[in-house]
């Protein structure tokens, strides 16, 4: 199961994730992105376990929790966040030139 870590501190590292989850299982890989040019860290990052309830425990426990300073934000990967977003424009519609909202 992937799962997602988000306000991430910028002192972490992959061994401190991989650490913390290690306490709920076993851990597949851990991984914090980076911004691709400049290497700085993005806040967030990703853990893979391979058992789906220690994964979940996993979340149960560490979401809210604090990692270096920083109170992590801890769900399984993939997860909607909005039930109620749709895709394409995001539910917006488009203006016209008169200043009117359609739905397309």
Known sequence: MNIHIGNLSNDVSEEDLRQ???AFGQVN???IVKYKYS???RGFGF???RDRAEAQTAIEN???KYLLGQRMSVN???APADQGRTG???GRGRTDY???RNRY
């Open 20 to 22: 913390a989850f290690n």
């Open 47 to 49: 853990i893979e376990m």
């Open 29 to 31: 890989s851990a991984r």
């Open 88 to 90: 394409g424009q995001g």
């Open 76 to 78: 399984e990967a993939g």
């Open 98 to 100: 008169s200043g009117r």
């Open 62 to 64: 560490l979401n809210g």
């Open 39 to 41: 290497d700085e860290l």
